[in-house]
Nanobody, 112 residues
Framework: QVQLVESGGGFVQPGGSLRLSCVAS????????MSWFHQAPGKGRELVAG????????QYGRSVEGRFTISRDTNKNPLHLQMNNLKPEDTAVYYC?????WGQGTQVTVSS
């Protein structure tokens, strides 16, 4: 059974940082691109960042480039998303995506 389990969300003030993690199981995650998406209230899911299995291709959404960093180890869990200089507009549910599957999501709220 494929599972993606996110953790690390929470409440933070503007300018703060959070680190999200995604633990994958049930498939060979070392051979798949893994990605983070977010979904704000009333909006669709948007790509935040993606990283290829060989870590030779990384892509960021325009709104987070320069502030967020996606990382993974080729042979180990988990997938990480380091989020710095958070803004209120980053408030959303953050989802891990890989192998055609979604995690359950973790809430990130940025507010003063």
């Amino acid at each position: 059974q494929v599972q993606l389990v996110e953790s690390g969300g929470g409440f933070v003030q503007p300018g703060g940082s959070l680190r999200l993690s995604c633990v994958a199981s049930g498939f060979d995650f070392t051979t798949y691109t893994m990605s983070w998406f977010h979904q704000a209230p009333g909006k669709g899911r948007e790509l935040v960042a993606g990283i290829s299995e060989a870590i030779n291709h990384i892509q960021y959404g325009r709104s987070v480039e320069g502030r967020f960093t996606i990382s993974r180890d080729t042979n180990k869990n988990p997938l990480h998303l380091q989020m710095n200089n958070l803004k209120p507009e980053d408030t959303a549910v953050y989802y891990c995506f890989a192998y055609g599957h979604w995690g359950q999501g973790t809430q990130v709220t940025v507010s003063s």
